[in-house]
């Protein structure tokens, strides 16, 4: 028997990566099909389900949110992830980024400063299947030196300023996507590191929660 709520969900999948993504330039074979599969509605809270496939961000709560999909679509169509490749995601938030990142990328390494939305996006992403993911609650300034280095890595909440540290665990030929700014004043931002130092490029105003410092680093999972 077919699961008809799930038949419908994909239907408006489909119709988010067609009328929101692919006529907005996002063309990354890659992203639309990890787009495509990603189940968006697993990762909001129960009474935005309805809302799930919208051109819009969500919140899960104070000071956090799941982004737009042509944002999330934008980010990772300008990191270039590629099947053989290692990244670091700074802010695992709801958990969805870092499925579309599981599904394009060998490994993905996720630090998020709240516990609870660690404790639920590693419920969820358990639940799908995933299994190239380590989820770890920490401050993201810090990273994750212990993996380092990093192919790409890619930042959810807005510094001030480039993370010298994760500047540091990308590797040479590596490519960041970060917002930077502050609440009233941010430009997305990728980043190429090379022998000769770092490039950078505007990709157009955005807005993400701030970028946050916590006391201290600890294990989840």
């Not at 053989?84 to 870092?98: A, F, H, K, P």
């Not at 639920?120 to 799908?128: A, I, K, Q, T």
Request: net charge negative; hydrophobic share 40%; proline share 4%.
């Amino acid at each position: 028997m077919k699961d008809h709520s799930e038949e419908k969900f994909s239907g408006l999948r489909d119709a988010m990566v067609r009328d929101q993504l692919a006529t907005r330039g996002i063309s990354d074979i890659n992203v639309l099909a990890a787009m495509s599969k990603v189940p968006r509605h697993r990762f909001v809270p129960p009474h935005l389900i309805a809302e799930s496939y919208e051109d819009k961000a969500l919140s899960l709560g104070p000071d956090q949110s799941i982004s737009q999909p042509f944002i999330v679509a934008l980010m990772l169509q300008e990191l270039g992830v590629s099947r053989y490749q290692r990244v670091l995601e700074i802010g695992t938030g709801s958990g969805y980024q870092t499925a579309l990142l599981a599904e394009m990328a060998e490994s993905v390494y996720s630090v998020e400063l709240d516990e609870k939305l660690s404790r639920d996006s590693s419920r969820v992403l358990n639940e799908l299947g995933y299994r190239n993911i380590r989820l770890r609650v920490g401050d993201g300034y810090d990273g994750w030196s212990e993996a380092a280095p990093f192919d790409a890595i890619i930042v959810s909440a807005a510094p001030l300023e480039v993370p010298r540290t994760l500047i540091k665990q990308l590797v040479t030929g590596g490519t960041m996507i970060l917002p930077l700014g502050d609440e009233d004043d941010q430009c997305l931002v990728r980043i190429q590191k090379t022998e000769e130092g770092l490039s950078h490029f505007d990709l157009g105003t955005v807005r993400f929660v701030k970028m946050r410092h916590s006391k201290g680093n600890e294990w989840y999972c």
